[in-house]
Nanobody, 131 residues
Framework: QVQLVESGGGSVQVGESLKISCEAS????????VAWFRQLPGKEREGVASIGKRDPNYADSVKGRFTISQDYAKRTFYLQMNALKTEDTALYYC??????????????????????????WGQGTQVTVSS
């Protein structure tokens, strides 16, 4: 049984950093894709960062600012968020897939950021960035 438990959300000022965590049980790191998604009120959930066997993949809106990482020993994956903006305010979800999920275009494949590719979800943690 897969369980994902998030922690670390909170309120910060523009330009500050925040790291959120997702403790995972029932998955095998490196054999299951893991990812972070976020959802703003009234909007669809969007993929932010994803990692599997390959180099991580990021949404354009967070490239260069966010980093996804995994700690196999702690069975935890993280999202380090730097240079936060007000538009990063959202409910952040961690997610895991039942295997490795990739998206391929023009002959290159990347870890998937598609919501439908992920099978297991955390409860969500709120991140609020104020000016």
């Amino acid at each position: 049984q897969v369980q994902l438990v998030e922690s670390g959300g909170g309120s910060v000022q523009v330009g500050e950093s925040l790291k959120i965590s997702c403790e995972a049980s029932g998955i095998i790191f490196g054999m299951n894709s893991v990812a972070w998604f976020r959802q703003l009120p009234g909007k669809e959930r969007e993929g932010v960062a994803s990692i599997g066997k390959r180099d991580p993949n990021y949404a354009d809106s967070v490239k260069g600012r966010f980093t996804i990482s995994q700690d196999y020993a702690k069975r935890t994956f993280y999202l380090q968020m730097n240079a936060l903006k007000t538009e990063d305010t959202a409910l952040y979800y961690c997610a895991a897939a039942g295997g490795i999920r990739t998206t391929c275009r023009r002959g290159a494949c990347f870890p998937s950021l598609k919501e439908s590719d992920f099978d297991y979800w955390g409860q969500g943690t709120q991140v609020t960035v104020s000016s």
